[in-house]
């Protein structure tokens, strides 16, 4: 279990690397194509949208957790 987080106000960029393949197809259903160069605003994190993507993520083989499941208690 692992996440990746931007404490900072400026914007960050990161680049995913998953071997074996096949994750790729978990980020594409759940993303959304935009232009380069343009940026979507985050997601709503509601009820419906957490059960849908807790959906994606188990049909791919992957597990969810809250944002702040791994923050210092």
């Excluded at 996440?3 to 990161?14: E, G, I, M, Q, R």
């Excluded at 978990?26 to 419906?48: K, S, T, W, Y």
């Excluded at 849908?52 to 083989?61: C, E, R």
């Amino acid at each position: 279990m692992h996440y990746f987080k931007n404490v900072s106000d400026k914007l960050a960029h990161l680049l995913c690397t998953v071997v074996p393949a096949g994750l790729e197809e978990f980020f594409e259903e759940i993303g959304e194509p935009v232009a380069v160069g343009e940026f979507l605003p985050q997601a709503p994190m509601n009820p419906e949208s957490i059960k849908k993507l807790q959906a994606i993520a188990q049909k791919h083989g992957q597990v969810v957790y809250p944002p702040s499941f791994l923050d210092k208690k």
